[in-house]
Each structure stands twice: as structure tokens, then as C-alpha cells.
């Protein structure tokens, strides 16, 4: 027992504090992103009924801007894992459509089964997964429609700015690795 608590206890340091350039350019890019999703997801929703915004593209950003450096940020992972989710939430809300309790469980835990397999972990699919299930009477209503609006569709507008954003300062380079 005791060895499972020293486990706990962490073996390294704190990393430092971020500098305030590389706060400043996360701040803005994304805001940069946040406002083109909503401006966007306000139009295609106008025009179509299909959402580009959704929670978890709020969390891409913390890692597409906050952590251009980390593997789960890249572009594989980014797009990737917001599809490869969807994929898995929307098969698991139409195979269980009473029961969402068990439907979320099974979809979260299968999305990250899922990015594992494919190398696109990406944080925030398993919250793109779980939306597919709990997010309301519109999103169930897309079926698989979900994964191109708002998965594939939002996670590619995110990624274009990212591109774009993260490499206009000299220090910042994105990405790190394509595939």
C-alpha cells in the first residue's frame, strides 16, 4: 500500500512558467480561433443546422495554442482524434439510444482505445465523443453527419489558423511533425 501512495507523490520538478510572448501568442491565437468557430458556427447553423462549435474545440485550442510543441496538438492528433471520436460517439449513441449512461461510458473509453490504435490521442476527442451522446436532440439528430459538422469541419478550421498563427513569431514553429 505503501508503494502505491509513493507513487503518487511525483518524481520531478515544476516546470517553469510559460514566458509572456508565448502567453501573449496563445491568448491570441486562440481567441483568433474562437472567433472565427463562432462566427462560422453562427453561419453554417443559419444556413444549414450543422454546429462547428462545440465544447471540446474550446479544449483543442489550450493544446493547438498553449502547446504547439506537444505531440497531442499535431496535426494527425488534432484532426484525427476530433474524427476517430465522432466516429465512436455517434456509433455508440445509435447502438444504445436508451441508455446514455452506459453509451457514454462505452464511447469515451472506446475513443481513447480508438486514438490509441490510430496515433491521433487528442484530449479533447473524448469530450468530442461524449457530446456525439449527451449533447441534446440536435446533435443525435445529425448522426453521422456529426463527424464531418462539427468534427471534421471545426478541427480543420482550428488546425488553418494554427498553421497560420503559430508561425508568424520567429520562436514558434507548427508543427512539429505532420504524420
Known amino acids: 500500500m505503501n508503494e502505491?501512495?509513493?507513487k503518487m507523490r511525483g518524481n520531478g520538478a515544476s516546470p517553469p512558467r510559460s514566458g509572456w510572448n508565448e502567453i501573449?501568442?496563445?491568448w491570441l491565437g486562440s481567441c483568433l480561433a474562437?472567433?472565427?468557430l463562432v462566427l462560422l458556427d453562427r453561419w453554417t447553423m443559419d444556413r444549414t443546422g450543422f454546429p462547428l462549435l462545440i465544447g471540446s474545440m474550446g479544449a483543442s485550442t489550450v493544446l493547438a495554442f498553449g502547446a504547439i510543441r506537444s505531440p497531442l496538438a499535431q496535426p494527425r492528433n488534432l484532426v484525427g482524434g476530433h474524427v476517430v471520436s465522432a466516429i465512436v460517439g455517434v456509433t455508440f449513441c445509435q447502438l444504445l439510444p436508451e441508455n446514455p449512461l452506459v453509451a457514454s461510458c462505452l464511447a469515451v473509453a472506446t475513443a481513447i482505445a480508438a486514438m490509441h490504435i490510430t496515433k491521433t490521442l487528442h484530449p479533447p476527442?473524448?469530450?468530442t465523443a461524449l457530446i456525439a451522446v449527451t449533447g441534446g436532440?440536435?446533435?443525435r439528430q445529425l448522426g453521422y453527419?456529426?463527424?464531418i459538422f462539427p468534427g471534421l469541419a471545426g478541427s480543420l478550421l482550428m488546425l488553418a489558423v494554427a498553421l497560420v498563427?503559430?508561425?508568424i513569431p520567429k520562436n514558434r514553429r507548427y508543427p512539429q511533425?505532420?504524420?
Open 4 to 6: 502505491f501512495f509513493a
Open 24 to 26: 501573449a501568442c496563445a
Open 34 to 36: 474562437m472567433v472565427l
Open 125 to 127: 476527442g473524448g469530450a
Open 137 to 139: 436532440e440536435g446533435i
Open 145 to 147: 453527419t456529426y463527424v
Open 165 to 167: 498563427f503559430n508561425n
Open 177 to 179: 511533425f505532420w504524420w
